[in-house]
Every structure is written in structure tokens, then in C-alpha cells.
């Protein structure tokens, strides 16, 4: 099985609200991403957790806050976003962080008015 | 730097005409090229990867061949249920896994 699971799949926000995006795997894997996909862009890389531990912020601004409970969940919390953060939100996870494969959640759609 | 190119940006082919899909890559050690589908508003969905030079990969009707210097993901007889966004992507050689995309190939296939 190599499932990722992501909640919400649709989110829309206001740029004073707090909000957080659920990512959730059970294949034992133990790093976990979360990347950013704007309409007909690849993904952009934005924090990498290895062993439950942040390994990897690619200079995200602090309005996105990860967090790891566990070895099979993600977070990442949201608050004051701008309209330019809209995007699609994707969760990955592969075996561990030298490991190749990442597998990918069917992502969340964040729309911030 | 690190970087990827597909070619062609967009394909649209009729059912059961073959082509190919292009992935150029610039990488300092290659330790791994893979390739996704993407169907819109979805996550990728993993494919192949292929390591070394000459390596092939086959899954169905696709097909992913790898040089040093490019990959190519062959799609024979195409059916309307491949139409997608194929992603190539490369590990960075930053010494993390890192994956650097490129910006994807189109494909429509029309019955």
C-alpha cells in the first residue's frame, strides 16, 4: 500500500484566519514533505522531517508552520496567509530521507481570500 | 545547478499514435530520475525510476529509458485514460532528497 492521505481536500481561508492541513501515511515511512504546486507549475519543495525531526525549510516564510506529532502524521499550520499562498498543497512521504521514491497525497486545494 | 527541461510542453496525439515523451537533465552525480503522472488537481502519482545509464523501465503502455544526458518516457498506443501531466524529476545533488522537477509534458489523447 502506498497511500498518502491528505484533509481537507478543499480549504478557503481568510487572510486573518488560522487553519491547518492534515497529511497522514502508514506505510512505516520516516520522512515526510510538504511541497507547494501552483496551476501548471511543478512542485516546489518546502519542508522535509526526517525521524520526526525538521531536517529541510526551503526559506518558507514563517505564516507556514510544520509540525510532525508522529511518525505518521504531518501538520502544517496556517495563519495569516496572503491570496498569492493559493495553491495546491501536497504531502509526500518515502522510507526514509536518503531513500528515493516519495509518494505523494492527492493534495489540498487552499484558496485564501 | 541542478535542472531539468521536458519537451514537448503540451502533446496531443490521436488513440494508439506512439510518440515520446523528453526529460534533459543537468545534474552533478545523477542518484536517481523518476518520472509521475498527474492528473489535474491530483498529487503525482509515482512511476518509475531509473538510475544509471541504459536502464529501462516498463509499466503497461509506458516506457522510460535513461542516458547520461536525457530520459525518455515512450507511450505505445495510447488510450483517452493516459491523458495527463507526466513529471520527470531528478534527486538534487545537495545532499538531501530533494526532488527537482520539471515543468511537465501535457498530454491529451483523443479517441
Known amino acids: 500500500d502506498t497511500e498518502v492521505t491528505q484533509t481537507p481536500k478543499h480549504l478557503v481561508m481568510g487572510m486573518t484566519n488560522k487553519k491547518s492541513l492534515k497529511c497522514e501515511q502508514h506505510?512505516?515511512?520516516?520522512?515526510m514533505y510538504w511541497y507547494k504546486q501552483k496551476a501548471k507549475k511543478p512542485p516546489e519543495l518546502m519542508f522535509v522531517?526526517?525521524?520526526?525531526?525538521?531536517?529541510i525549510n526551503e526559506s518558507v516564510p514563517s505564516r507556514f508552520s510544520p509540525e510532525c506529532p508522529n511518525s505518521s502524521l504531518l501538520n502544517l499550520h496556517l495563519h495569516a496567509l496572503q491570496p498569492e499562498d493559493s495553491a495546491l498543497y501536497l504531502c509526500?512521504?518515502?522510507?526514509?530521507?536518503?531513500?528515493?521514491?516519495?509518494?505523494f497525497g492527492p493534495g489540498t486545494r487552499l484558496t485564501v481570500t | 545547478e541542478d535542472q531539468v527541461t521536458q519537451s514537448p510542453e503540451a502533446l496531443r496525439l490521436q488513440e494508439g499514435e506512439s510518440s515520446s515523451l523528453n526529460c534533459s537533465y543537468t545534474?552533478?552525480?545523477?542518484?536517481?530520475l523518476f518520472w509521475y503522472r498527474q492528473d489535474p488537481g491530483k498529487g503525482p502519482e509515482f512511476l518509475f525510476t531509473?538510475?544509471?545509464a541504459g536502464e529501462e523501465k516498463e509499466k503497461e503502455r509506458l516506457k522510460a529509458t535513461l542516458t547520461k544526458k536525457e530520459s525518455f518516457l515512450h507511450i505505445t498506443a495510447p488510450k483517452p485514460e493516459d491523458s495527463a501531466t507526466y513529471l520527470c524529476?531528478?534527486?538534487?545533488?545537495?545532499?538531501?532528497?530533494?526532488?527537482?522537477f520539471g515543468a511537465g509534458t501535457r498530454l491529451a489523447v483523443h479517441p
Open positions: 509526500a512521504s518515502s522510507q526514509d530521507s536518503s531513500s528515493y521514491e516519495q509518494y
Open positions: 506505510m512505516g515511512h520516516r520522512a
Open positions: 522531517y526526517s525521524y520526526e525531526k525538521l531536517s
Open positions: 545534474v552533478s552525480g545523477l542518484r536517481g
Open positions: 531509473l538510475y544509471s
Open positions: 524529476a531528478v534527486r538534487s545533488s545537495g545532499g538531501y532528497n530533494k526532488l527537482i
